[in-house]
């Protein structure tokens, strides 16, 4: 009997590694049945469900914070044909309205986030693993001016929270799986050969 489930791509990386960016320019390359891309971000759990950590602020960047099952359903479904709604994730930005995202099945689906590889529900979905990696010094540089400029978080919440979550978060449930994927960006410069490097690597599974 002939398989027919989308072919699913996972793509991890540390927060600023550039994976938006990259993502964003791979996706416009593709029609819409062709690629669809579900993101992580948009299954974080309410702020009242989140853990606390031991200086009383809230900690993102766990496992925990995500609600797995949700993500893992929709995946699922999204992989076996059928589509998917979900609210936009807007990072507790209290101005900005949250909307609706309505995700067709596609021949390829891109599933992307810190803790990917992590979750075995979804890692044992994929058929290709892609780590994304940038410099730390670099990463750190970039976060502060990203949730600077679009989020409004100052530069002393940046770096706390870059301290005692992200940073650990990295090094207990991201950087482990390096070994196991099947391709490495780097991201220090430019992505661009290893965008056309996936980029053609996709059309392939899409002629299949």
């Known amino acids: 009997m002939k398989d027919n489930r989308a072919y699913i791509i996972g793509i991890a990386g ?14 416009a390359h593709f029609r819409p049945e062709d690629l669809a891309l579900v993101s992580q971000d948009n299954y974080y759990k309410q702020r009242n469900e989140q853990s606390i950590d ?28 059928r589509s998917i709604k979900k ?18 099945p ?7 986030g810190l803790f990917v590889f992590h979750y075995k529900e979804i890692a044992a979905l994929m058929n290709h693993k ?19 400029v679009e989020r409004g ?18 090094q207990q449930f991201l950087e482990p799986h390096r070994e196991d994927c099947d391709r490495v960006i780097v991201n220090n410069i430019s ?9 053609r690597f996709i059309r392939k599974q899409i002629e299949r």
């Open 14 to 27: 540390g927060s600023a590694s550039g994976k938006t960016t990259f993502l964003k320019e791979l996706c």
């Open 54 to 81: 031991e200086n009383g602020e809230i900690n993102f960047d766990l496992p925990t914070a995500i609600d797995l099952d949700h993500f893992y359903q929709d995946l699922k479904e999204l992989s076996e044909g």
């Open 87 to 104: 609210k936009e994730y807007t990072f507790n930005n209290d101005e900005k309205t949250a909307k609706e995202i309505i995700i067709a």
């Open 106 to 112: 596609a021949r390829v689906i891109i599933t992307e």
């Open 130 to 148: 892609v780590y994304f990696h940038a410099d730390e010094a670099l990463r750190l540089d970039r976060r502060i001016q990203r949730d600077g």
């Open 153 to 170: 978080y100052p530069e002393s919440d940046v770096r706390y929270r870059w301290e005692h979550h992200v940073r650990p978060a990295d």
């Open 191 to 199: 992505f661009q050969e290893e965008l056309k490097e996936l980029e």
